[in-house]
């Protein structure tokens, strides 16, 4: 036999009942997964990412990763503009509001949805940026550490 997809999710209904609910609230900052490793932090973090995407959010993932973990914005570099270097050289406050209005402008109104695997791998700058835009209320944040 060969199993060719992954098994189905079992047994987070109620886990996936929250989410739809974070959802619907404007006025939720996000949701962080937390557990040992194998528990499916990650598999749930995927399904959260569908239900979000099925329902019409804009929905960016990312990971933190340890080989990316020194490198600034490393984790979230696939999902950022080209600033320029003047931006980056001369002032990093305006760096992080340009990169967090890119990352978490709304469209329609709606504002989207980050997926951040892996959070305690995130480098510094990356932990920040996510940081402003979950409290701006810009972004719905949901995040899976290894506890
Ligand atoms: N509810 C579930 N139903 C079916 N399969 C699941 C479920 N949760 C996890 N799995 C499967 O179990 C395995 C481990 O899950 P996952 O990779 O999500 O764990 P994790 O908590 O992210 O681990 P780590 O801390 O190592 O990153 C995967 O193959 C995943 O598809
Ligand atoms: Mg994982």
Do not use: C
Not at 2 to 8: D, S
Not at 23 to 37: N, Q, S, W
Not at 38 to 53: D, M, N, P, S, V
Request: aromatic share 4%.
């Amino acid at each position: 036999m060969i199993v060719e997809r992954e098994w189905p999710l079992v047994g987070r209904d109620d886990e996936l009942a929250r989410f739809r609910g974070l959802l619907a609230d404007p006025h939720a900052r996000g949701l962080l997964v937390a557990g040992a490793g194998g528990l499916g932090k990650t598999r749930i973090a995927a399904e959260y990412a569908t239900i979000a995407t099925d329902a019409g959010y804009r929905v960016v993932v990312a990971s933190g990763h340890r080989s990316r973990s020194d490198l600034p914005f490393g984790a979230v570099a696939h999902l950022l503009p080209d600033v320029g270097r003047d931006t980056i050289a001369a002032d990093r406050g305006a760096l992080l509001r340009q990169l967090a209005a890119a990352l978490g402008s709304p469209s329609d109104g709606v504002r989207p949805v980050i997926v951040l695997d892996d959070a305690h791998l995130l480098d510094d700058s990356s932990a920040t940026l996510v940081y402003q835009m979950a409290v701006a209320n810009s972004v719905l944040v949901v995040l899976t550490i290894r506890a």
